[in-house]
Nanobody, 125 residues
Framework: QVQLVESGGGSVQAGGSLRLSCAASGYGYSSYCLGWFREAPGKEREGVARIHSDGNTYYADSVKGRFTISQDNSNHNMFLEMNSLKPEDTAMYYC???????????????????WGQGTQVTVSS
């Protein structure tokens, strides 16, 4: 059974940095997508960054140049390095996973069938 556990959230001031981790276990797919999503109060869950098992990465326009997604291929653990944080980055951050036959990782949350519990990121101005 796939389990995803996020960690690394916290409270920082605008301009600061955080590194989120997603520990994955029970994941046996050879081709897959891993993603970071976030949900702010009163807003829909949105894709932040995704990474394919082939190494390709995808970012939301709002985080390009500030966030970097990566994975440890030996154990499928995933990371999100967040720099130059802004108050609008405040949200609950979730990691997600899905098996993927194509070479593209969807940004739609509904396309992912494994989810972690989330970790809170709060950025103050």
């Amino acid at each position: 059974q796939v389990q995803l556990v996020e960690s690394g959230g916290g409270s920082v001031q605008a301009g600061g940095s955080l590194r989120l981790s997603c520990a994955a276990s029970g994941y046996g797919y050879s081709s897959y997508c891993l993603g970071w999503f976030r949900e702010a109060p009163g807003k829909e869950r949105e894709g932040v960054a995704r990474i394919h098992s082939d190494g390709n990465t995808y970012y939301a326009d709002s985080v390009k140049g500030r966030f970097t997604i990566s994975q440890d291929n030996s154990n499928h653990n995933m990371f999100l390095e967040m720099n130059s944080l802004k108050p609008e980055d405040t949200a609950m951050y979730y990691c997600a996973a899905r098996a993927e036959r194509s070479s593209y990782c969807s940004r739609a949350p509904n396309d992912y069938n494994y989810w972690g519990q989330g970790t809170q990121v709060t950025v103050s101005s």
